[in-house]
């Protein structure tokens, strides 16, 4: 059973993610287990939104040039 993070903002991160999941459903574009995995792990290891931003914002950049060069 997993444990829900004791702190408000542990909590509110979660249910603010969880929200992005319910909405990316409705819009036909669910989560993939990868991005479930990804946000437990910024959660696990306490990564602060400011890291989280970076890191997201990093790999768009990385796939929208990988795609760019392939056409």
Do not use: C, V
Not at 9 to 21: D, K, M, P, Q, Y
Not at 22 to 31: D, I, Q, V
Not at 47 to 71: C, H, N
């Amino acid at each position: 059973m997993k444990m829900l993070p004791q702190n408000a903002e542990g909590t509110s991160r979660r249910e603010r993610r969880l929200e992005a999941i319910w909405l990316h459903e409705f819009a036909g574009n669910p989560f993939a287990p990868e991005d479930h995995a990804l946000f437990e792990m910024f959660d696990r290891e306490g990564w602060s939104d400011a890291q989280r931003r970076a890191y997201l914002t990093g790999e768009a950049r990385l796939r929208a040039e990988i795609t760019g060069a392939a056409q």
